[in-house]
């Protein structure tokens, strides 16, 4: 009853980081790229606090759900398929802090009538690494349905 109850909560977080990532990438990183620098600043502050810390609390929470399977699920294939998830939640906590959240830091210091030269090549960056997490976010996805298509 446990480990079904965990598998759902693992399906739904790690569904919605990897949908809440992807409607980013197909919506919100075409739209930045297209902003002027001063607006690419002010939309990008009014953005942040709203992702952050609802996703990263969603990240751990999925996070804690998928080691509890990854140990207990029943079958081997079951586990293997929950640990392939762990790993990629693990990735798009690693992305996160590593780039987007570092650089969300540096653009958080930006003036927006003042921008600091390369200013666009540190967007570019930004949406590469969203990119990145993304993909792993997905992958995710798709070997906590996995586990438990197989649990």
């Not at 980081?17 to 001063?38: F, H, I, K, R, Y």
């Not at 294939?77 to 992305?95: D, K, N, T």
């Not at 830091?105 to 390369?118: S, V």
């Amino acid at each position: 009853m446990l480990i079904d109850a965990l598998a759902g909560l693992l399906l739904l977080l790690s569904g919605a980081l990897a949908g809440v990532l992807l409607a980013v990438e197909v919506a919100v990183v075409p739209m930045l790229g297209s902003l002027s620098g001063d607006r690419y600043v002010q939309v990008h502050r009014l953005l942040d606090p709203r992702f952050d810390p609802l996703m990263p609390t969603v990240n751990k929470v999925a996070l804690a759900s998928g080691l509890v399977l990854t140990v207990f699920a029943p079958g081997a294939g079951a586990r293997v398929a929950f640990a392939a998830s762990e790993a990629g939640l693990i990735g798009v906590a690693l992305v996160s802090e590593l780039s987007n959240v570092r650089l969300n830091r540096t653009i958080d210091t930006w003036e927006a009538d003042r921008l600091p030269q390369g200013w666009s090549g540190t967007r570019d960056r930004w949406a590469r690494a969203n990119r990145h997490r993304t993909l792993i976010a997905m992958a995710a996805f798709a070997a906590a349905v996995t586990g438990v298509s197989l649990g």
